[in-house]
């Protein structure tokens, strides 16, 4: 017990004024509380961000504040009494402690021993604290009110098992330090409500993507084509399925070879371009290298009256069409399809669709949402359709809960998130997307346009069609859309199809239409 | 060799019709489909597209086409002229071509296009007069396609077309459902027929014809193929009825103004060419639906007013403005510069035309209150006055006969004895010989 005895007589020693004193119980209750949160997290009994926040940032704060005062408490006790070093060591501490020894005395072993504890101290609570810092769980509750509506986008994303900080932070101590650094302004803004609601888009300090994202993904892994079938209901009784089935040519085609979706991020190709303000959202010009490394300007003829000065020049990267790859918030219309595809809303129920869409954007009054969700979907059967509540009442109760699931996710009346808030650039459905580039209206010098045409990006086995594969069937005369039919089919398999089989049957002139009977066999001179 | 080369082409052939690409529209379809959903939906709901009628049967262009460009691989014009249309509607196009309607680009020289561009201004010539009346339609080769802003858009009925045709379909068969139901309705006629100056949809809408086809409008069975008066459809007829299409006794025409027998339109009325025979027509869809007693008394009516407005009010004041313009008393050079000349134009061209369509279409109030009640307030005290301001001795002597006329005169009598000559009919005999139609 003599090494304790020995402590508590040199902590006394240190108590030389309300500094020194001040300085002694912070270091040492900011250690023991420290270590008793370490010991409860660890052993998972508290994991809450915020406890997070003050084991890892406060207590140390508070610990090294402490350290500090101790000598600033004895540098004043010494300017105070006139005295020596010598002097008030002999006078604060026992002989004994202060006896030179060839180690030196037992005051200067105790400083260095408590100064080593204090090292190993901060080096782990400073590892930790970073450790803690990159976890999703503290960036996504953290600061709660404003993070919210990410993490929750966040959880139910591709990416769900990917770090925020891997994205977000990047590598390298550069990183880290902007990070931190950025990461001090958002607290001053969350803790004095300087932000703006909702968080503007697109995110300007992000690393660059290809740094980040190209850790996995990289243009030479996309080749091929993917299929991607999309289905909408009609707002008919049945929630008629009607679809669309994309061919997405996503390859990164090779050299300057063009029509494939990463052909803009493959090989040496670049694509830079100058947007008409900070949002993104339209383009002043965009710009190809040429294989001789000059650049070919395709500018916009119908540029908006931009931000000035205008934005800086940015290559084309990733998140430009990725721009919701993680916090992908879903449109109402997309949102009820996908239900209704997937059967959490049954399609035997009238009108399911529609009403599930009346249900998801209805305006209601914040925090009210899931409860209105629930009284506008189940309130319509009941006073429509009250067999369906007596019958199909399981049905209505899965379909709300889906509801009320897509409605939490998507809608955060706190931070003034209601559907469609931000736009996804990925395609042109849910905002400008390829469409800010490839435009008619972007126009090299000649004025010739960039292609905008669909089938650049796309093969189409379906568009709005009755069956999911459409155009891979021979083309029929009856169906007004023949012809796009026999084009997708041209396009997708290859011109395989001679002639125009849609115009076969067609009258050439009014009188041969006329005399084909019919509705038309009284005549064109009496209609 | 030889053999050899020439077997090597017969296995080529194959490819050669492999590789057949003909433009289809599809590729036009599947495009605008998405980026402009509103049009691809029109055409879906048409005729056109239930017999595969597609984009470039239209819009198609021919190498030299003057407002012809090429757009994702295949020659177009967005401009599509009645000639264009006549290619499968020939009748159609026969018929337009020679009608009143076709010439209605060709204002340029009259008195509205004169007022428009002189105290209006060419932007309201062209969004006002020739969104009606059609313009030339001017080329712009550095536009993307070809068509210089200030003649497209422009669906005007007489508008006067690079391929030499005049006129354009969807001034009536709006693009691009090209509907009949709309071409037959009156609202068709009513984006042009309407107004201070000629307010036929007013009329139509104030008539028994109107009121009965508002009312029916589910029994009108506008969207049949067949649209025989009478015998399609009997609840009301609408403008296309009398004027265009078919009943049990006359074809259906798009040569508009061939059932018409009075010129409305000018200062003073005339009968039109041929009168006979196209009031004949005009009787025959009348017939449909009435007797001919009821047909004849109709014509009867309207010859009375009409010659009532032109011996009564608008051959007097034709002849003081000419005297009053050959006699140089106009303060101002220019047409239209002087106070008297707009009161004279709107005496004919406004209300002068009201009472007489009025009348035309059984419109009771344009034929009185917006007519002739106007014309007459207007004459004796806005124009006579303004005529009267320049205390020429003749033109004073030319109002002073005009109103020593009988059917005048009665200003100049006490009221009881006016009334009087009303209840004997006294009065009315002045009027006994305007029930006639005029000869030529």
Known sequence: MAPLRTLRRFWRGLCTNWLGTTGVVLTTTAFILFLLAELLRMAGIVTNAYVGLITYLALPLLFVLGLLFVPLGWWLHRRRTGKSTRELLSERFEAELVASSPAGSRVVRTIITLTLVNVVFLGFGGARMLGFMDQPHFCGTACHSVMNPEWVTYQSSPHARVRCVDCHVGQGARAAFDAKLNGAWQMISVTFDLHERPIPTPVHNLRPARETCERCHWPQAFY????????????????TPRYTTLSLKVGSGSGRRRGEIHWHVAGHNQVRYQATDRSRMAMRWVEVRQPDGSYRRYSNRRAPPGAAPPPDVRVLDCVDCHNRATHIYEDPEDAADRLVAIGAIDRGLPFARRQALAALTGSYRAGTGPRAVDLDFRGHYRRHHPDAITKRGRQIDRAVRSLQDVYRRNIHSGMNITWNAYPDHIGHRRGPGCRRCHSPDMVDGTGRPVSSECTLCHSMLAYDSAAPF?????????????????????EFLGASIPGNPCKATRPKNE??????GGEAKVGSEHR | MRRCVAASLLLLAPLVVVGDQTPVAGRCMTCHKDKTPGLYRQWYLSEHAKHEVTCLDCHGAQKGDRDGFRHEGALVATLVTPKDCGKCHANQFKEVDRSYHATAGQILESADAYLAHAPGGEPVAIPGCESCHGGKVRLDPKAPNRL????????????????????????CHSRHQFSLGQARRPEACGKCHLGPDHPQKEVYEESKHGNAFFTHVPQMNLDADRWVAGVDYAAAPTCATCHMSASPQQKVTHDVGQRISWTLRPPVSKMKPDWQRKRQSMKGVCAACHGGRFVDGHYYQMDGLVQLYNRKFAEPAGKIMAMVRQRGLLKNKAEFSNKIEWIYWELWHHEGRRARHGAAMM???????????????HFYFKFLPAARHHSDPEVNKLIDQVLADPMHAWMQRPTDEIKRDVRSGKLQQLYKDFYKPLAR
């Open chain 1, 224 to 239: 091929g084509d993917r299929i991607r079938r999309i289905v909408r209901h009609a707002a008919d009784e049945a929630s």
């Open chain 2, 363 to 377: 419109g009771p109030d344009y034929t009185w209150w917006h007519g002739i009640y106007e014309v007459a307030q």
């Open chain 1, 511 to 516: 009188q041969e239409w006329s005399s084909r």
């Open chain 2, 148 to 171: 210089d802003h200030k003649s497209w858009p422009n669906s005007g009925i007489g508008r006067i077309n690079p391929d030499g045709s005049k006129g354009s379909c969807t001034a």
């Open chain 1, 470 to 490: 459409q155009f891979l069937q021979p083309p029929d005369p009856a169906d007004r859309e023949c012809e796009m039919g026999l084009f997708l089919r041209r």
